[in-house]
C-alpha cells in the first residue's frame, strides 16, 4: 500500500520537475534538452533521487551542474507545487539508459538479418 503511494508521489515529482525546468535560467540547463527519465524517493520523503537524460551527450557534465546549483530554486518550487509535508533533497543522477538503448538498437540492426533470410529462401 505505501508503494503506491510512493510511486504516485515519484510521477508527480517527474511532472512537476519538468514543468520547472522551462524556468531555471541557468544557460547551462536551458541551453540543453532535458529529460527526466525517472525519480526515486525514499519511504520517508526525504530523499529523492531524479535521473536525467540529455540529448546532448557533450553538455551532459555541465547541465548536470547547472542543476545540482539550481536544486535550491527546484526544491523550493516543487515544495509549492506538490504541498507535501517535506519536501525531498534533490539528488541528479546520469541516466544513459536511452543512449543505451539507441546504441543497441544500431548493433541490432547493423547485424543485416533480413538480408540473410531473403537469401535462405
Not at 29 to 44: A, F, K, L, Q
Not at 60 to 80: F, I, N, T
Amino acid at each position: 500500500m505505501a508503494s503506491n503511494r510512493i510511486n504516485r508521489i515519484n510521477e508527480e515529482i517527474q511532472k512537476a520537475l519538468a514543468d520547472l525546468l522551462r524556468s531555471v535560467k541557468d544557460p547551462r540547463v536551458s541551453g540543453t534538452m532535458i529529460s527526466i527519465t525517472r525519480v526515486e524517493t525514499t519511504p520517508d520523503l526525504r530523499f529523492a533521487k531524479i535521473y536525467v537524460s540529455f540529448l546532448e551527450e557533450d553538455k551532459a557534465k555541465d547541465a548536470l551542474k547547472g542543476l545540482e546549483s539550481a536544486g535550491g530554486y527546484l526544491r523550493r518550487e516543487l515544495g509549492a507545487a506538490l504541498q507535501l509535508r517535506h519536501t525531498p533533497s534533490l539528488q541528479w543522477a546520469l541516466d544513459d539508459s536511452i543512449t543505451y538503448g539507441a546504441k543497441m538498437l544500431q548493433l541490432i540492426n547493423s547485424l543485416n538479418v533480413g538480408d540473410q533470410q531473403d537469401e535462405e529462401q
